[in-house]
């Protein structure tokens, strides 16, 4: 199956500064890109839908000047939280659906850990 | 919020027994999918079944669905300790293009 990466798979920062979360799609090409956000022990939330050479469309309630999303090509997409507080911290998940794939299917990456001090 | 919702919210059981986790959705969709997430990883994708469909078999799963009762079923048979992790469900509303909306999960246990 598709395989989708996420980069780094942990991380922690101090209150302010921003972290950059990177995912990629590894064998395949990937038009759409979505990305999730997960508290403990809850489900996934949509933040924000990301098309590849075009503006994310985020979900209501997301601000998109504190969650940078970029897809500049079509097998990676990144994800900046800026001035990053304790309120972010959360499991932050990335998935894919592509060209070729056949199904509606979306590949999930391993999430990223962030701890914001 | 168009979170589907699921039950139970945790689950309990001995291996060997059958699990059987339910969702219930909202809107119309194009298919229901259930994904499988072990504790702080990322998910897995188990099986999608399509609006007109009504069940579907994937070695041990079983998942039904009932667009009228805007629900489904998901049914692991014959449990192991390692399908122990939470079970999400997924909708992708008509006209959602691609987006995924998921339930709020069960959480199994199985135990020897």
């Known amino acids: 199956g598709a395989v989708v990466s996420q980069h780094p798979s942990w991380v922690i920062c101090k209150s302010g500064t921003s972290v950059k979360i990177e995912c990629r799609s590894l064998?395949?090409?990937?038009?759409?890109m979505f990305w999730y956000r997960q508290f403990p022990k809850q489900s996934l939330m949509l933040m924000a839908t990301?098309?590849?050479?075009?503006?994310?469309?985020?979900e209501q309630g997301v601000e998109k000047d504190k969650f940078l999303i970029n897809h500049a090509s079509l097998t990676l997409s990144t994800l900046t939280v800026t001035s990053a507080h304790p309120e972010d911290s959360s499991f932050y998940i990335c998935s894919s659906s592509g060209i070729g794939l056949g199904s509606n299917e979306q590949f999930f990456g391993p999430g990223t850990r962030l701890t914001v001090l | 919020s168009q979170q589907g919702e699921e039950d139970p919210q945790a689950l309990s059981i001995q291996e060997g027994e059958n699990a059987t986790m339910n969702c219930s959705y909202k809107t119309s969709i194009n298919n229901l999918q259930w994904y499988r997430q072990n504790s702080g990883r990322g998910l897995v994708h188990l099986i999608l079944i399509r609006s007109n469909e009504r069940e579907k078999h994937s070695g041990r799963l079983r998942v039904t669905l009932d667009t009228s009762k805007k629900s489904s079923s998901l049914l692991i048979t014959a449990s192991r300790a390692a399908d122990t992790a939470s079970y999400f469900c997924?909708?992708?509303?008509?006209?959602?293009?691609?987006?995924?909306?998921f339930g709020t999960g069960t959480q199994l246990k199985v135990e020897l």
């Open positions: 990301s098309n590849e050479g075009s503006k994310a469309t985020y």
């Open positions: 997924a909708t992708e509303p008509t006209g959602g293009g691609n987006k995924l909306t």
């Open positions: 064998d395949f090409q990937a038009t759409t």
